[in-house]
């Protein structure tokens, strides 16, 4: 075979792939999103359950939530002075010592008025997935409210609910952010590698330790 019939042999090789890994892309994310349907609720609609759980964003170098994570908070703090959660469960990253996604989200809680006995934090938060597994495994939760902004939801909901959670999802929107058309192929991905997660691979997480039973007497 001549060398330029083998590249272009090779080129449509190589774009028949690219067009394929694109259609399962958009085939999972479609997926992922119409299993959210009916799943997604403001405040002020969302069903009662014990455990709202909020996952870490990017927190501060001064030690304040970002924008996206202090509206996280804020969504929760409100979902439990409307008595349709009980306790809060705050995961975020902690994997570095100067670095602590979860305390600085209590701070901002118990600064909104919640007490502490009603947090709870979970500091290996690393990703959604390890978020929603070690929520079951380690802290016992059940049923919960999940509060996100809301092209995270359709993945975290999929993700929960494929683990074992009776979840619904919080939107979590208070602000147009600026890094949204970011956010939007990243997530695309991010959806992709959780739907085989959840139905392939089923990892455990980075790290799992011992049960913490404490949210579990949240009724």
């Known amino acids: 075979m001549r060398p330029i019939h083998r590249y272009r042999r090779l080129a449509r090789v190589g774009a028949a792939s690219v067009l394929i890994g694109l259609g399962l892309l958009s085939a999972i994310n479609h997926h992922v999103a119409n299993a959210a349907q009916g799943r997604l609720f403001t405040v002020a609609e969302a069903p009662a359950r014990p455990v709202a759980i909020v996952f870490g964003a990017r927190a501060m170098a001064n030690g304040e939530p970002s924008a996206v994570l202090a509206d996280r908070v804020r969504t929760a703090v409100e979902l439990y002075r409307a008595g349709k959660v009980q306790k809060l469960l705050l995961t975020g990253d902690n994997s570095r010592r100067k670095y602590d996604e979860p305390t600085v989200m209590k701070r901002f809680a118990v600064k909104l008025g919640v007490p502490e006995r009603d947090i709870a934090l979970d500091y290996a938060g690393f990703r959604t997935y390890d978020s929603c597994y070690r929520a079951r495994a380690i802290f016992g939760v059940k049923s919960a409210l999940l509060v996100t902004q809301q092209y995270h939801l359709p993945r975290a ?13 919080v939107i979590a929107d208070r602000h147009v952010y600026n890094a949204r058309r970011r956010w939007w192929l990243r997530e695309r991905l991010s959806t992709a590698v959780a739907w085989l997660q959840v139905n392939v691979t089923k990892p455990q997480p980075k790290y799992l330790g011992q049960p913490e039973p404490r949210l579990v007497e949240a009724r």
Not at 157 to 169: E, F, I, K, N, S
């Open 157 to 169: 909901l999929y993700t929960a609910r494929g683990l074992g959670l009776d979840a619904d999802g």
